[in-house]
């Protein structure tokens, strides 16, 4: 580790991986919400235009790129907005349109080579000089700032558009702001992950907080941890294994989704076991009408039902128990009959 830190390009490479972990999942919680998870993969293509103009023209190709992403960004809301059928086709040839674009006039500027396409593709942290990582710095604060602010907006709109537009939110401006968000996100990854790979990094950590999180708020906070380990993690780990940091912090991503996953799943099974089902105990669906005392225990409610306590669990009743047994210990109280 220490070897590591006594070169400063793997200094910045760690700083600008620590900005992308942190900026990228609080814009994709939203993106994974309103099932546009594939959108960041699509504006990182016209990003990928927007590159080579700045390659072609000798100009800073993170500032060409952010202009290409954020028009891109402010069309692409448009043509969503309208509804049409035909605006997937629009769409889809803005995206390829944008990344053959790149491609070809990469080729043909003097300072073009197939390493600097494949640097930007999949991301070549170790090419980010000081002057990258303060554009950075400073998009990844836009990020931070624009999404914290906006939340409750964003995430209304995110769970019922309609509802928040009938509430009156401005939800044409909250969704431009959500897209130029998402486009400032691909440009301040395009050094450390890659055009093509920015999405696996704003959707995947938010994947996996999911299924840690408890509400909202606790999966966001979830979600940025695993985003920042999973970018400075990889970055350590391409250093030392020289590998490319874009597909190796992707797939320490993937990695820990499939952890989590699976532990999760053990979890459920588990505790499913510890259940034991009281289907043999009554013969009717428990409900506010079906004249049995509910008691209110902990998060749920048990029905007292010919001397036992059954509680509606994934489908069928779990026993609880013979008799009210917390309530006469003080932390249950009755609630109807």
């Not at 197939?114 to 593709?121: D, G």
């Not at 966001?220 to 597909?247: M, N």
């Not at 952890?259 to 799943?265: D, F, H, N, Y």
Request: aromatic content about 6%.
């Amino acid at each position: 580790m220490t070897e590591l830190l006594s070169y400063d390009f793997m200094r910045q490479a760690l700083v600008a991986a620590l900005l992308v972990g942190l900026a990228a999942p609080l814009v994709g919680v939203f993106l994974l919400q309103r099932r546009l998870s594939l959108i960041g993969d699509g504006m990182g293509h016209v990003a990928l235009a927007g590159v080579a103009v700045g390659v072609l023209t000798g100009t800073a190709p993170v500032l060409t790129a952010l202009v290409a992403a954020v028009a891109a960004a402010v069309v692409i809301e448009v043509i969503r907005a309208r509804g049409r059928t035909s605006g997937d086709v629009a769409l889809a040839v803005m995206f390829y349109g944008g990344i053959a674009a790149g491609v070809v006039i990469i080729a043909k500027s003097p300072g073009g080579s197939p390493a600097n396409l494949t640097a930007y593709l999949f991301g070549a942290i170790t090419t980010a000089n000081a002057a990258d990582l303060w554009v950075f710095a400073g998009l990844a604060v836009v990020v931070v700032v624009g999404t914290t602010l906006l939340r409750p907006w964003l995430f209304a709109v995110a769970n019922d558009e309609e509802y928040a537009r009938a509430m009156g939110l401005p939800v044409t401006g909250l969704n431009v702001a959500l897209a130029v968000l998402t486009a400032v996100t691909v440009v301040v990854s395009m050094r450390v992950v890659g055009l093509l790979l920015i999405s696996a990094l704003m959707i995947i950590p938010n994947a996996t907080a999911q299924l840690l999180g408890g509400s909202f708020r606790a999966s966001v906070r979830w979600a940025v941890l695993i985003g920042v380990l999973a970018s400075v993690g990889g970055v350590v780990i391409s250093f030392y294994a020289e590998t490319p940091s874009g597909g190796t912090i992707v797939l320490l991503a993937i990695g820990a989704f499939v952890v989590v996953a699976a532990s999760t799943a053990v979890a459920a099974r588990l505790r499913s076991r510890q259940h034991r089902r009281a289907d043999t105990h009554h013969q009717h669906e428990h409900g506010d009408e079906c004249g049995h005392p509910a008691i209110v225990h902990g998060d749920h409610v048990d029905y007292l039902h010919d001397g036992h306590r059954h509680a509606a669990h994934e489908g069928h009743y779990d026993e609880h128990g013979a008799e009210p047994a917390g309530a006469t210990a003080g932390h249950d109280r009755e609630v109807g009959h």
